[in-house]
């Protein structure tokens, strides 16, 4: 039997904050922060969001270009923002903010901006349907006509099916 409709949820209802210390394994050789350290805590980040909203596992299908405006230190406390922006059918897309604070001085900036879609799957690793969101305010309606122009411009990217990449 096919699963029920999941109920629709709020944006806020799957917000997550994570917060880490930047420490000396996360280093390049340069003495900053490892730009592949800010980019797994995004995937990680963005996938709870998606998980928290779908409740299955999910897996990342993109991830948009990712600049990074100033670098991390060693010592720094990294908070990355995660929320909603978007939902399909399987599809999720979140928006991830990353902030890094000093804090011996209290001085903050911030980094990065990220989005990431997500699939939800089922438990043969099928993409499965997830609830629909509910938009509360004129800002999350505009995010998420925003979102789908994106996720219909990835779509249009993606390889035909049986293409080679
Ligand atoms: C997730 C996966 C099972 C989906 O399979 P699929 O055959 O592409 O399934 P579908 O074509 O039905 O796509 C499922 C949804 O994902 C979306 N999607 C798939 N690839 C996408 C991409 N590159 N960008 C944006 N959305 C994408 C589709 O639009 C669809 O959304 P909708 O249901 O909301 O309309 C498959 O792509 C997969 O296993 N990918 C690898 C995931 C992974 O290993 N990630 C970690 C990489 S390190």
């Given at each position: 039997m096919a699963d029920p409709t999941p109920e629709a949820k709020?944006?806020?209802?799957?917000?997550?904050?994570?917060?880490?210390?930047?420490?000396?394994?996360h280093a390049n050789p340069h003495g900053n922060?490892?730009?592949?350290?800010v980019m797994k805590l995004v995937d990680e980040a963005g996938a709870l969001t998606c998980m928290r909203h779908a409740q299955r596992p999910v897996v990342t299908v993109a991830m948009d270009n990712m600049s990074f405006r100033h670098p991390?230190?060693?010592g720094d406390l990294v908070t990355l923002t995660s929320r909603l922006?978007?939902?399909?059918?399987?599809?999720?897309?979140?928006?991830?903010?990353?902030?890094?604070?000093?804090?011996?001085?209290g001085n903050r900036v911030h980094t990065n901006t990220a989005h990431l879609v997500y699939v939800a799957l089922d438990s043969a690793g099928r993409p499965v349907p997830v609830p629909a969101l509910i938009l509360e305010t004129p800002?999350?309606?505009?995010?998420?006509?925003?979102a789908e122009t994106r996720q219909g411009q990835r779509r249009a990217q993606r390889p035909a099916a049986g293409a080679t990449e």
């Open positions: 709020h944006i806020r209802d799957s917000i997550v904050t994570l917060s880490q210390m930047m420490r000396l394994e922060v490892h730009g592949g350290i991390i230190q060693i922006t978007y939902v399909g059918r399987t599809s999720m897309e979140v928006r991830v903010e990353v902030e890094a604070e000093n804090p011996l001085t800002e999350e309606q505009r995010e998420f006509e925003e």
